[in-house]
């Protein structure tokens, strides 16, 4: 069975940073492309970034770029993302999933509570 | 900045037939687009539905549908029942790298 397990989330200060972890089991992780997705509080799904199989490519949405460092260690099986200079408007929770034909995100873990609040 | 444009909310009644659009503020929406749709319910993980345009994700009843009408991908809900009512999301794949999710359709089942 396919399992997607995100934490490292938490409450942060304005410009404090955190680092969110995925652990995946049941496929070959190091064969899939892997995203983050996110969703603040009543709103809509976010696309945050997405790390290529190997590592080797990294891309992410302009309101993270810069701040946000996507990572993977197929020998883990896991995937980070390190979250510097974080906002309010960062607060979500955040979700991994591993990533096929193009824009096809599934499964989904349950996600990670993230709170950037004084 | 290109926006994914969806329908805030729509309204379908039970067995009736629904299509939700997805579409883009600037140029068309093709198959290079690969559109996905997700279904996602209170409190809840997404759920995929339908991936490459029109390919249903396992477990996805066949009432449920993706194509290409005009400038939009859709997805088409044929028959819908009252566990249908949930929120409906597409993605589009930009170029480099880049995906987009649309707003989000809030369906209602009345």
């Known amino acids: 069975e396919v399992q997607l397990l995100e934490s490292g989330g938490g409450l942060v200060q304005p410009g404090g940073s955190l680092r969110l972890s995925c652990a995946a089991s049941g496929f070959t992780f190091s064969s899939y492309d892997m995203s983050w997705v996110r969703q603040a509080p009543g709103k809509g799904l976010e696309w945050v970034s997405v790390?290529?199989?190997?590592?080797?490519?990294?891309y992410y949405a302009d309101s993270v770029k810069g701040r946000f460092t996507v990572s993977r260690d197929n020998s883990e099986n896991t995937l980070y993302v390190q979250m510097n200079s974080l906002r309010a408007e960062d607060t979500a929770v955040y979700y991994c999933?591993?990533?096929?034909?193009?824009?096809?995100?599934?499964?989904w873990g349950q996600g990670t509570q993230v709170t950037v609040s004084s | 900045q290109t926006v994914v444009t969806q329908e805030p909310s729509f309204s379908v009644s039970p067995g009736g037939t629904v299509t939700l659009t997805c579409g883009l503020s600037?140029?068309?929406?093709?198959?290079?687009?690969?559109p996905s749709w997700y279904q996602q319910t209170p409190g809840q993980a997404p759920r995929t539905l339908i991936y490459?345009?029109?390919t249903r994700s396992s477990g996805v009843p066949d009432r449920f549908s993706g194509s290409i009408l005009g400038n939009k991908a859709a997805l088409t809900i044929t028959g819908a029942q009252a566990d249908d009512e949930s929120d409906y999301y597409c993605v589009l794949y930009m170029g480099s790298g880049i995906r987009v999710f649309g707003g989000g359709t809030k369906l209602t089942v009345l």
């Open positions: 600037s140029g068309s929406v093709s198959t290079s687009s690969y």
């Open positions: 790390i290529s199989a190997s590592g080797a490519s990294t």
């Open positions: 490459s345009t029109n």
């Open positions: 999933a591993p990533v096929a034909s193009g824009t096809k995100f599934d499964p």
